[in-house]
Nanobody
Framework: VQLQASGGGLVQAGVSLRLSCVGS????????TAWFRQAPGKEREFVAA???????VYGDTLQGRCTISRDNAKNTVFLQMNSLKPEDTAIYFC???????????????????WGQGTLVTVSS
């Protein structure tokens, strides 16, 4: 599966932003799909994931300010982020596990497929 992330940009603190991850080549509903983010000089960290059965798992990064969802008709996974803070500034990546894997892992090494990332910059 190929992944294309989009939706990032320069925004002010407090606003909302929705990121999109469009899949091609295979249905994203066959994969555990996740969002990670990486700020300059920091490790890539887990944000949220959605399973083939649409169960969701969230990390501590956005602390309840995000929602992950999937639109099967559009083969797209979304990350809705609210009340953005300057510390949310990072490149946001979408990633997918091999289709045989059905468990969410919070480590980026568990994901075989990656999109190119979309930059989110939050100004104060």
């Amino acid at each position: 599966v190929q992944l294309q992330a989009s939706g990032g940009g320069l925004v002010q603190a407090g606003v909302s932003l929705r990121l999109s991850c469009v899949g091609s080549g295979r249905a994203l509903s066959n994969h555990v799909t996740a969002w990670f983010r990486q700020a300059p000089g920091k490790e890539r960290e887990f944000v949220a994931a959605i399973t083939q059965g649409s169960s969701t798992v969230y990390g501590d990064t956005l602390q309840g300010r995000c929602t992950i969802s999937r639109d099967n008709a559009k083969n797209t996974v979304f990350l809705q982020m609210n009340s953005l803070k300057p510390e949310d500034t990072a490149i946001y990546f979408c990633a997918a596990r091999n289709p045989a894997m059905t468990v969410v892992h919070r480590t980026f090494r568990s994901y075989a497929y990656w999109g190119q990332g979309t930059l989110v910059t939050v100004s104060s």
